[in-house]
């Protein structure tokens, strides 16, 4: 495993990521989700839903570095946002 | 058709589960692990943070690469998808001509990508090739080595010779879907050459053609080994695309960090446009179902 | 087949995609001062002496059989893996199918170079390294998706019915999928054979990055070799004219099948 040149903060973050797929799976198995429509311009699952805030939240981060220099974190709390809110409302 | 649910079906798709994960997600994992390391060797690495990922976003010779890149895919879209629903157009229907020209259409997409590279290398010199030969003939002074724009013409023209085939066999297979009462009926109300065309073939096309745009939008993303062959990215940068200049920096420079920060911004590129690509078609799919 | 005026404009493209082809082969049995000598359309001393270089050295035609080999057993993994996944997606919904659909496809999407360098750490650090299976597990990267996604479609188009009355029949699973179901979706598996096939042979990034001698595919052997003599295009160009052979091979035997794989498999 040297190889892959593990770090402690790759390793939260994957674990993270790891930890939310098995939390959707058992969350699907308690209460299955229903397909619906919310300000997103498309019918979309819980699972959708996940990826698109993902996915967002991934390019929040990079226009964040891209265009401004302000501290990281700033963005990651807009990017924790975004997630809550599609989740939520999507 | 109404599927059954049933997550026993988890097994059946373990074996493939497995195996991609192995090719994908380890990399992908080291990726993201090495994009925010300073690395030197396996044991003297420092943590870095975003560093790279400032580096390469503002890395003016990015920016020059990225529209290279969009500029190269939209001609070869612009240019293969008419030519391609043209010639569709003109294979024939019935007799020994199909089976003829499937083989000969699909020939372009059996070479190995560097044969291709090699193929227009010989192709186009002006000493030893036939096209670049006949071009200087003309009267035009054409040399694919020292001339940008000669050596971008060269790169465009060899995707369309290579790649234009599999949007002429994706239209091709549309259009034998249609059934012959349809052109029957288009006759008898008198319709013209472009009505049968809009009205009948076009519809028919449009899935298939969805595909062709996707899979050359994605395969002339990271067109990598033909332009490597053909002009290495050269003359100067005229033809370093996307993966060109991420293999460079990978294994030529061993810039490992920057490298996979590159990598990752490039995937994530990759991913969104297939998502909205990927969507798009299944909903379409889903209102013609219905 | 009668002959009519559009017919030109297929003749016209038809001799633009075979004139680079016939000049490779022109090139390939001219000596290399006519290469270099004079601009001829047929070779004036027409011989095979650079064929016989490439059939006689081990540099050159191992480079073949180890392309043939790795492209082997990848068409074979991709089907085997790729079969039961395509059929549980035609026919059931499970939790996450479509993410994991969408996951696969994205692989297929994914730019080589992204993978290129841990790759060559992966299979270094488990000593596959300059293996044929190294290249051909790498390959299914990409070829398991296409094959899955390939598959599903044949299979969509296979009516569930015969699936039920099997069972009612008493058929098991395994019995059932290999002797009836199999069966069905032969052309389909033809059909998904031929593009892993394709994909696997005409890659070299991957195939290139993860080989060094033992398992070094042809098209690395030629892309060294222009690099290390530099001038031998005579040879160059039989070796160019040898790699397009297996594929014009591979095109005849599923010349029937590539219109309808193309329009039910959604490749």
Request: aromatic share 14%; glycine share 8%.
């Amino acid at each position: 495993m040297a190889w892959m040149a593990w770090t402690p903060i790759t390793a939260v973050f994957f674990s993270c990521i790891i930890l939310m797929l098995i939390g959707m799976g058992i969350w699907q198995a308690v209460s299955p989700t229903v397909p619906r429509r919310g300000f997103l311009p498309l019918t979309t699952t819980r699972g959708d839903r996940l990826f698109i805030s993902l996915l967002g939240a991934a390019y929040i981060h990079l226009g964040w570095l891209a265009f401004t220099d302000i501290a990281l974190w700033i963005g990651s709390v807009i990017a924790l946002a975004w997630l809550v809110i599609v989740m939520r409302w999507g | 058709m109404n599927k059954i649910t049933n997550n026993k079906a988890w097994f059946l798709v373990l074996p493939v589960f497995f195996i991609v994960a192995i090719s994908a997600i380890i990399p992908l994992m080291t990726v993201v692990n090495y994009s925010v390391q300073d690395i030197f060797d396996p044991q003297t690495r420092f943590f870095v943070g975003t560093e790279w990922f400032e580096q390469v976003l503002g890395d003016s010779r990015l920016h020059d690469a990225l529209i290279r890149q969009i500029i190269y895919t939209l001609s070869v879209l612009f240019i293969e998808i008419p030519m391609g629903i043209a010639v569709a157009l003109t294979l024939p229907r019935k007799g020994w001509g199909v089976s003829a020209s499937m083989v000969l259409l699909a020939l372009p997409l059996l070479i190995p990508w560097n044969v291709v590279g090699t193929i227009w290398q010989i192709f186009g010199r002006a000493d030893i090739g036939l096209g670049g030969y006949l071009i200087n003939l003309m009267g035009i002074d054409y040399n694919y080595a020292q001339n940008p724009m000669d050596a971008w013409v060269t790169v465009l023209v060899m995707d369309v010779w290579h790649w234009t085939s599999l949007i002429v066999l994706l239209c091709y297979a549309g259009l034998r879907s249609i059934p012959d009462a349809y052109y029957q009926a288009a006759k008898i109300d008198g319709a013209s050459r472009w009505a049968v065309f809009r009205f009948i073939q076009l519809p028919k096309m449009q899935s298939v053609l969805v595909i062709g745009v996707l899979l050359r939008f994605m395969d002339s993303f990271m067109i990598y080994t033909e332009p490597f062959v053909l002009t290495g990215g050269g003359p100067g940068n005229a033809t370093t695309f996307l993966s060109q200049f991420l293999t460079r920096m990978a294994v030529g420079q061993f810039d490992l960090g920057p490298a996979a920060a590159f990598s990752l911004i490039y995937f994530l590129i990759i991913l969104l446009v297939c998502w909205v690509f990927y969507t798009v078609v299944m909903n379409a799919g889903k209102q013609g179902e219905q | 087949m009668q002959f009519q005026k559009r017919h030109i404009g297929l003749l016209l493209y038809i001799l633009f995609l075979l004139l680079p082809i016939y000049w490779l082969f022109n090139m390939s049995i001219k000596t290399n001062t006519e290469i270099l000598g004079a601009m001829t359309l047929f070779p004036d001393n027409p011989t095979l002496a650079n064929y016989a270089t490439i059939l006689t050295d081990p540099a050159w035609y191992t480079g073949y059989i180890n392309s043939m080999i790795y492209v082997g057993i990848n068409v074979v993994i991709s089907l085997v893996v790729a079969l039961p996944a395509a059929y549980a997606f035609s026919r059931f919904n499970f939790t996450g199918d479509k993410h994991l659909f969408f996951w696969l496809l994205t692989n297929r999407m994914a730019p080589p170079a992204v993978f290129l360098l841990p790759f060559f750490q992966l299979y270094s650090s488990v000593g596959l390294f300059d293996t044929h299976i190294a290249v051909a597990l790498a390959h299914c990267l990409f070829n398991v998706p296409l094959a899955v996604w390939i598959l599903e479609g044949f299979m969509s188009g296979i009516p569930k019915e015969i699936d039920e009355t099997a069972y009612v029949d008493g058929y098991s699973f395994p019995r059932f999928f290999a002797t009836i179901f199999l069966p069905l979706i032969r052309s389909g598996i033809g059909v998904t054979a031929f593009f892993c096939f394709m994909f696997s042979w005409v890659e070299l990034l991957l195939a290139r990055t993860l080989t060094s001698v033992e398992a070094k595919p042809i098209a690395a052997t030629m892309t060294r070799t222009v690099s290390a003599s530099g001038l031998d295009w005579g040879v160059l160009a039989a070796a160019g004219v040898l790699t397009i052979v297996p594929g014009a091979l591979v095109i005849w035997f599923v010349r029937n099948y590539i219109a309808k794989g193309f329009a039910m498999g959604r490749v």
